[in-house]
T-cell receptor, first 117, second 116 residues
Framework: AQKVTQAQTEISVVEKEDVTLDCVYE???????LFWYKQPPSGELVFLIR??????QNEISGRYSWNFQKSTSSFNFTITASQVVDSAVYFC??????????????FGGGTRVLVKP | DGGITQSPKYLFRKEGQNVTLSCEQN?????MYWYRQDPGQGLRLIYY???????QKGDIAEGYSVSREKKESFPLTVTSAQKNPTAFYLC???????????????FGEGSRLTVL
């Protein structure tokens, strides 16, 4: 069975500080996808990134960066120079790689990030 | 603008009543999903549909029912059999890229159901 664990339930930082969100996953599949979604106060989740299990390159997008380490089954997310607008709940998710499974994502419990001015 | 519309945004229900949550998308996506979110917990999959007139149970389907008569619509009924229905319900859809699911879900703004 698939499982995603986000051990940090809430993180509070002051603006401009960096913040790293941890994500550890479990799966028996050799092909799988990992995701990060952001849930602002409005409620809808917003897709941030997808990474497949064969691509371990780290990725940077503006102030966001992701560190995928297959050896430790982790897919961590860092926000550099945080801003108040980054305040949200962030979810890590895992999906089986088989096409027939569609996009059945297994979500972690989420990490609430509070950025104070 | 393309997107997913959920209604109502807030809903109150008495115990023993069924209630239907609406989800409409104009993204021309094949697949649609219903997730439930409880405070401090992640999202859990209730039902999903990959094509019109077909749907599958997710991890927590008991006490819920769905239909998929049209590509753009995927309503969720919370029945009286659902023991703890108070939650935040999120509808999502996804497309395919060259036949493969992209993995990216597009979400609505959710419906918050409270049972009195």
């Amino acid at each position: 069975a698939q499982k995603v664990t986000q051990a940090q339930t809430e993180i509070s930082v002051v603006e401009k500080e960096d913040v790293t969100l941890d994500c550890v996953y479990e799966t028996r599949d050799t092909t799988y996808y990992l995701f990060w979604y952001k849930q602002p106060p409005s409620g809808e989740l917003v897709f941030l990134i997808r990474r497949n299990s064969f691509d371990e390159q780290n990725e940077i997008s503006g102030r966001y960066s992701w560190n995928f380490q297959k050896s430790t089954s982790s897919f961590n997310f860092t926000i550099t120079a945080s801003q108040v607008v980054d305040s949200a709940v962030y979810f890590c998710a895992l999906s089986e790689g088989r096409v027939a499974a569609g996009n059945k994502l297994t979500f972690g419990g989420g990490t609430r990030v509070l950025v104070k001015p | 603008d393309g997107g997913i519309t959920q209604s109502p945004k807030y809903l109150f229900r008495k115990e023993g009543q069924n209630v239907t949550l609406s989800c409409e998308q104009n993204l021309n996506h094949d697949a649609m999903y219903w997730y439930r979110q409880d405070p401090g917990q992640g999202l859990r999959l209730i039902y999903y549909s990959q094509i019109v007139n077909d749907f599958q149970k997710g991890d927590i389907a008991e006490g819920y029912s769905v239909s998929r008569e049209k590509k753009e619509s995927f309503p969720l009924t919370v029945t009286s059999a659902q023991k703890n229905p108070t939650a935040f319900y999120l509808c999502a859809s996804s497309s395919r890229d060259r036949g493969l699911h992209t993995g990216e879900l597009f979400f609505g703004e959710g419906s918050r159901l409270t049972v009195l």
